[in-house]
C-alpha cells in the first residue's frame, strides 16, 4: 500500500475559481458549464471562501417546484456571493499528504478544500470524490 502520499499526486491542477465580486449567476453558470460542484473564492490572490452547489439550492426551488424560475432568479440577484458562500475556508498545503486530507473528511463537513502552495496561492482543489478513486484504484 502506498504510504505518506502528497495530496498533489491526486488534486485537480487546473482549477476554476470566482472573485469575490462576481455575482451569484456566475457561479451558477460555473457550475452548470463545467459539472463542478466546488469552487474557490478569491479576493485578489487570496482564497478568502468556498461556494458549492449544495449552497446554491439551499437558495433555490426550481428543483423542487414546478414554476420556480422566477423566484430562483430573483434570489439570485438579491443575494451576493459573499453572503452565501463559506468564509475563511479550511485550506490544505499542497506538501500535505492524501492521508491528511482524508482524515480533516472524516472528521470535519468538508467535501472539498482548497491547496495552496507555501506563500498561500491557489494550486489546486481535492474533493472526496479525489481521495475516493485514490482508494479504487488501491484495490
Not at 480533516?104 to 491557489?122: R, W, Y
Amino acid at each position: 500500500m502506498k504510504r505518506r502520499e502528497p495530496i498533489t499526486h491526486i488534486m485537480t491542477e487546473n482549477v476554476l475559481a470566482v472573485n469575490l465580486a462576481d455575482d451569484l449567476h456566475e457561479v451558477v453558470d460555473l457550475f452548470n458549464k463545467h459539472k463542478i460542484r466546488h469552487v474557490p473564492v478569491l479576493n485578489g490572490q487570496e482564497v478568502v471562501g468556498m461556494i458549492s452547489r449544495t449552497d446554491i439550492n439551499r437558495l433555490t426551488f426550481s428543483a423542487l417546484f414546478d414554476n420556480q424560475a422566477g423566484v430562483d432568479e430573483a434570489v439570485l440577484t438579491m443575494l451576493t456571493l459573499e453572503q452565501v458562500m463559506t468564509h475563511k475556508p479550511r485550506l490544505i498545503r499542497a506538501d500535505q499528504t492524501i492521508r491528511d486530507v482524508a482524515e480533516i473528511f472524516t472528521q470535519e463537513e468538508f467535501h472539498a478544500l482548497p491547496v495552496t502552495d507555501e506563500k498561500g496561492t491557489l494550486v489546486g482543489i481535492v474533493t472526496t470524490t479525489d481521495v475516493m478513486r485514490y482508494l479504487l484504484d488501491l484495490y
